[in-house]
């Protein structure tokens, strides 16, 4: 069983940043540090703590959260190490509202990227309150000094230099403590080993003081009475900066900043030691919004110690195990879950019961045997029938956590089961995804009839695809959804007839309509208008004649799809007493619809997407000119430090894969949103090979 620490001696903060600054190396080494593991495990070699997915070892990517706690100056670290590949960095946001705070992560090579800025986006969004890592500061190109300039231009933290690095890139071989004014000189084989403490170097000696000055005035803001002190006396004690920094980084006032390179475990300690120094604990941590299901009303739960705290978590994360099954991973925010504890789950306002078996917490994929979830913990339990992510787990009042409104994933695709007879397979094991997966949608879409997987990107969908094979041996195809276009008209056509008459003996069929077609603004709908009067068709059979209408347009005659935006109005007709039925007057009212459409001037409507681009300055024009060649329209420019976001509209079918498009012109640096916004006329030349490709289709099918 593992070590009991008290609620105010706990941190849980997730390690954040760009895919490739060096998360997953950093955990690894804060876990050597700790003696949790006996060497450094390396994302290379597939050695990590973290990387565990055979998806994750093949790309060198994570792909899903990583857990484990440590144990630094007798203080429980939980950490999460998440994704920053753009593909999957929903889970990064989902994360976030589990943790006290978090490490904003920066490669000293690659700087602030667009997937930094959405992370830290993320942070701001939920109050996370962070703390900053400039890592590999050992490589080629690098520049603690450069990295600093672009946070401060780009990033909305406020950074506040407190760990700068002695030499540069291959000389990179030590930090400086700018408060306490020591230097740590480190060994350079990977050890971690501090084969020195020193004062500051001589050639670093008046950069230091100057830093610690300025450090000093900006630490001191974050707490009244001590600057009013300060303002008197210009002395301040190292308790009371140490209050400042605490008080300030939690109320994100600034952002303090390390130096580090996780590859040579140098600057390691120093950033644990911040960690420990500068994140709330969970007695420290930002409310959470809570929502009362039976009001909906929000309100606030301030978090707090002890076990007579009825019991208050929230499920953040759902894996599937081999052999465990389903895992639900919460974060226990009040009070005390033991094993074998039943408590209720509520889920949308909807309470059911579940039994708690075993509890573990995750260290990588070994599971580790706890005897109950105190305020901080992270555990998982196996098997919970109805639990899923998001849930809000409570032994006392109904409450639920309110859930964060996630990245809607922009990129859809239409499948289907690959093997004949396996579609309840495919249907049961896109479900199980759906589970452990919040960036993951599935929509049926109801006039192609086709099962949309929504993702964030194609990487995504391999990586989706790629699980699915291996967890449940199941294939799916995939493939472009089809377009949903709509047909409509362009101008009235009026004095139509349309008539239903057939004689084979006996009882005949009878119905004659005459009806006038007239456009309706885009987006309008369908209207029908009776204007018969003098009882030129009798009222019984008016409706008949508007349901042969609705139903001819559930397949207009250009291409199939379904026509909008037009009046009908039928102002006269003709009945005869025996011979006319509502089964006739609907034969009719579809024939004088065919016969009217027409001699509208008929056109094919395709849907018009809204983007929301985020790239960084150099590649504006490029991605312009891209979306200019896919018939685009750009809306408008807003710029956010060196990142510039374009909102423009666009056609479906030019965006289908855009998410791909985005990251070649880009080199995975561009971010993008899409919604539907409209339908447009699909342009004369290209609408005439749609419809010809139709005819075509329809043949070969005959």
């Given amino acids: 069983m593992s070590k009991k620490f008290e609620t105010g001696k706990k941190r849980v903060f997730a390690l954040i940043g760009h895919g490739g600054s060096g998360k997953t190396s950093v955990a690894d080494a804060m876990i050597y540090l700790a003696g949790s593991n006996e060497r450094v495990g390396k994302v290379d070699d597939k050695t990590s703590m973290l990387d565990v997915e055979p998806e994750e070892q093949d790309t060198k990517h994570t792909i899903v959260p990583g857990f484990f706690d440590i144990e630094w100056n007798k203080n429980q670290l939980y950490m999460i190490d998440t994704p920053g590949v753009s593909d999957v960095i929903h889970e990064t946001q989902n994360a976030l509202q589990a943790v006290g705070g978090a490490v904003l992560m920066l490669s000293a090579s690659d700087g602030v990227r667009v997937q930094t800025l959405q992370v830290a986006g993320f942070a701001k969004e939920q109050g996370v309150p962070l703390v900053a890592c400039i890592n590999a500061l050992d490589k080629e190109h690098t520049s603690f000094d450069k990295v600093m300039a672009q946070m401060e231009e ?135 919004v809570t929502v009362d299901p039976a009001s909906g009303e929000e309100g606030s ?19 599937t195990d081999p052999f465990a099954g389903r895992i639900t991973i919460y974060r226990v925010f009040h009070g005390r879950l033991g094993a074998e504890d039943t408590i209720h789950v509520f889920n949308d306002n909807k309470e ?11 260290h990588g994929k070994k599971q580790v045997s706890v005897d109950e979830a105190l305020p901080g913990d992270i555990v998982a339990v196996a098997k919970l029938k109805e639990t899923v992510t998001g849930d809000t787990l409570t032994a006392g009042p109904a409450l639920m956590f309110k859930k964060i409104e996630l990245i809607a994933p922009p990129l859809s695709f239409a499948i289907s089961s690959k093997k004949q007879g396996e579609e309840d397979k495919v249907g049961t094991a896109i479900n199980r995804m759906l589970e452990e997966d919040v960036g993951l949608v599935v929509k049926r879409e109801p006039q192609t009839k086709e099962l949309l997987l929504y993702c964030m990107g194609q990487q995504h969908l391999d990586i989706t695809m790629m ?24 101008k009235e056509a009026r004095g139509i007839q349309g008539k239903h008459k057939k004689q084979s003996g006996g009882r005949g069929q009878f119905g ?59 102002y006269d007709g003709k009945y005869h007493p025996v011979d006319s039925s509502e089964q006739a007057f609907k034969l009719a009212g579809s024939k004088g619809f065919k016969a009217a459409f027409e001699k509208a001037e008929p056109i094919l409507l395709e849907p018009v997407m809204r983007l929301d681009i985020a790239v960084p300055d150099e590649f504006m024009g490029d991605v312009m000119g891209d979306l200019n060649g896919r018939r685009g329209k750009v809306l408008g420019m807003d710029a956010e430090g060196k990142v510039q976001h374009i909102r423009a509209e666009c056609p479906m079918i030019e965006v289908q894969q855009y998410a791909s498009t985005l990251k070649s012109i880009t080199g995975d640096r561009g971010t993008y949103t899409i919604n539907f916004d409209h339908y447009e006329e699909v342009p004369s030349m290209i609408a ?15």
């Fill in 154 to 288: 780009e990033l909305d933290i406020n950074p506040l230099p407190l760990v700068i690095p002695i030499g540069e890139e291959s000389g990179f071989n030590g930090v400086v403590n700018i408060l306490t004014q020591k230097a740590y000189l480190y060994e350079t084989d990977g050890s971690g080993k501090i084969k020195a403490t020193t004062d500051v170097p001589d050639d670093m000696a008046d950069t230091v003081e100057s830093l610690r000055e300025n450090v000093i005035e900006r630490l001191i803001e974050a707490d009244d009475e001590v600057m009013e002190k300060y303002l008197e006396t210009m002395e301040v004690s190292d308790e009371e900066i140490a209050l400042c920094l605490r008080k300030g980084t939690i109320n994100r006032t600034f952002t303090p900043v390390f130096s580090a390179s996780a590859n040579l475990v140098i600057g390691m300690r120093q950033l644990l030691d911040g960690i420990v120094e500068c994140m709330p604990s969970p007695l420290e941590e930002r409310p959470r």
């Fill in 301 to 319: 739960l301030e978090l707090a110690n002890g076990d007579e705290e009825l019991l208050k978590a929230v499920v953040f994360k759902t894996m």
């Fill in 352 to 362: 059911t019961k579940e039994k708690f078996g075993k509890l573990f917490k995750l």
């Fill in 467 to 490: 699980r699915m094979k291996r967890m449940y041996n199941v294939e799916a195809d995939v493939r472009l959804p089809r377009i949903p276009y709509r047909e409509t008209i362009k």
């Fill in 512 to 570: 004659d309509t005459w009806i006038n077609m007239i456009p309706q603004p885009r987006g309008d709908g369908f209207e029908f208008v009776n204007q018969i009067v003098g009882g030129a068709i009798p009222g019984n059979f008016i409706p008949a004649v508007e349901k042969g209408i609705v139903e001819a347009m559930v397949r207009g005659p250009l291409t199939g799809n379904p026509v909008q935006d037009i009046r009908i109005e039928l």
């Fill in 688 to 702: 005439q090979k749609i419809m010809e490709e139709w005819k075509k289709k329809n043949e070969d099918a005959e």
